[in-house]
T-cell receptor
Framework: QKEVEQNSGPLSVPEGAIASLNCTYS??????FFWYRQYSGKSPELIMS????GDKEDGRFTAQLNKASQYVSLLIRDSQPSDSATYLC????????????FGDGTTLTVKP | GAVVSQHPSRVICKSGTSVKIECRSL??????MFWYRQFPKQSLMLMAT?????????EQGVEKDKFLINHASLTLSTLTVTSAHPEDSSFYIC??????????FGPGTRLTVL
């Protein structure tokens, strides 16, 4: 079983809709949670970080963390074609030699 | 602005040659940097953790004698692909960790071995 799991997709939503991306993790000691966006042919860029249960909003992005259920999600409101990318979930915990574990990513396509 | 730079962005080399990729932290003293490899349409694969002033820690299955990592200063880590072969053709990306374990990635180096 992978430590960080994401649906590979592809996830397709129409422009203006809400895109919902989900991620589950296996280690209950996980402390920090991140979402990265990776455009085709480019390197990942950090878009959200969340450390405590609940919601964290930044513009059109909302990260949601539920440690009891071991999942973290990313909502993208008013999706735009420019949001089309692969979204990587990453989880950090101190016992992992200072490394974050990345999921395989979910590919999102926003159709005009 | 950019936090991490990589050089070169693209390199094409002949089989059997060695290629050095530089990763620089532009505004932060990074004691730890990471090196990843990503094949087309595949996920990120962590190759090694680069520690300033000490030996790199390699992930299982990554040949340390083939992928030489040198983290000689707090702003520079280098990855040398020795005796490169076509199967080493990939997208190599470095990152550094700062703040609350957030990672910032370099723009990547696309290696093509003929």
């Amino acid at each position: 079983q992978k430590e960080v799991e994401q649906n590979s997709g592809p996830l397709s939503v129409p422009e203006g809709a809400i895109a919902s991306l989900n991620c589950t993790y296996s280690d209950r000691g996980s402390q920090s949670f991140f979402w990265y966006r990776q455009y085709s042919g480019k390197s990942p860029e950090l878009i959200m970080s969340i450390y405590s249960n609940g919601d964290k909003e930044d513009g059109r992005f909302t990260a949601q963390l539920n440690k009891a259920s071991q999942y973290v999600s990313l909502l993208i409101r008013d999706s735009q074609p420019s949001d089309s990318a692969t979204y990587l979930c990453a989880v950090f915990y101190n016992t992992n030699a200072g490394k974050s574990t990345f999921g395989d990513g979910t590919t999102l396509t926003v159709k005009p | 602005g950019a936090v991490v730079s990589q050089h070169p962005s693209r390199v094409i080399c002949k089989s059997g040659t060695s290629v050095k990729i530089e990763c620089r932290s532009l505004d932060f003293q990074a004691t730890t940097m990471f090196w990843y490899r990503q094949f087309p349409k595949q996920s990120l694969m962590l190759m090694a953790t680069s520690n300033e002033g000490s030996k790199a820690t390699y992930e299982q299955g990554v040949e340390k004698d083939k992928f030489l990592i040198n983290h000689a200063s707090l702003t520079l880590s280098t990855l040398t692909v020795t005796s490169a072969h076509p199967e080493d053709s990939s997208f190599y990306i470095c990152s550094l960790k700062r703040g609350r374990n957030e990672q910032f990635f370099g723009p990547g180096t696309r290696l093509t071995v003929l």
